[in-house]
């Protein structure tokens, strides 16, 4: 099987650009992820999309991050504009139901 | 709300070495509890979860026991090997809060040969 698929793998932008990543959840899987993970920390949830509506985006911050799962698959989450803040591995997950499952992430450094 | 708290690291230890790492919850309900693992330049990896008071968890020799009276899920190797080597997190999921995971700092382990 298959397992999360997420794209690009490392990013490198300057601040004030914007900037956008994808995700591939594993297939059947109806509930999909996007977390922030700054280096030495945990990841925190940014958004989680239950087929291809938001179910939680309390802490996603909306001036600047959008996120959108068009069809219940396919996921991409933007950055516009971003701050050097923005720096950290931009995670993905899914799951049928309870156990999560999660992609290699996308390693972002704003310059 | 919910929260994870794990012992930091880095934790050092020889090969063979008993290796702990302490985690301990702050969780309204029943949350279901779980260790993941981040392996240099990888993604996170299910380690072992437990759903219930007093399960085990257990995967590759290692082990977490769900203790609900101390708020705890501690994990626990006999031997490590230089393999261990990685980041190990703590998380909670309830199902009040959507199953989204909440993770501790994570916990650096290195194993020296």
């Not at chain 1, 701050?83 to 499952?101: G, I, M, N, W």
Request: hydrophobic share 35%; with cysteine.
């Amino acid at each position: 099987e298959a397992g999360v698929a997420q794209s690009p793998r490392y990013k490198i932008i300057e601040k004030r650009q914007s900037v956008a990543f994808w995700c591939n959840p594993i297939s059947g899987h109806a509930t999909l992820y996007w977390y922030q993970q700054i280096l030495g920390q945990g990841p925190k949830l940014l958004i989680q999309f239950q087929n291809n509506g938001v179910v939680d985006d309390s802490q996603l911050p909306k001036d600047r991050f959008s996120a959108e799962r068009l069809k219940g698959v396919d996921s991409t989450l933007k950055i516009q504009p971003a701050k050097l803040e923005d720096s950290a591995v931009y995670l993905c997950a899914s799951t049928p139901r309870e156990t999560q499952y999660f992609g290699p992430g996308t390693r972002l450094l704003v310059l | 709300g919910n929260s994870v708290t794990q012992m930091e690291g880095p934790v050092t230890l020889s090969e063979e070495a008993f290796l702990t790492i302490n985690c301990t919850y702050t969780a309204t309900g029943y949350p279901s509890l779980f260790w993941y693992v981040q392996y240099p330049g990888e993604g996170l990896q299910l380690l072992l979860k437990a759903t219930k008071a007093d399960d085990k968890g257990s995967n590759k020799g290692f082990e977490a026991t769900y203790r609900k009276e101390t708020t705890s899920f501690h994990l626990e190797k006999g031997s490590v090997q230089v393999s261990d080597s990685a980041v190990y997190f703590c998380a909670l999921s309830a199902r009040a809060a959507g199953n989204k995971l909440t993770f501790g700092g994570g916990t650096r382990v290195l194993v020296k040969p």
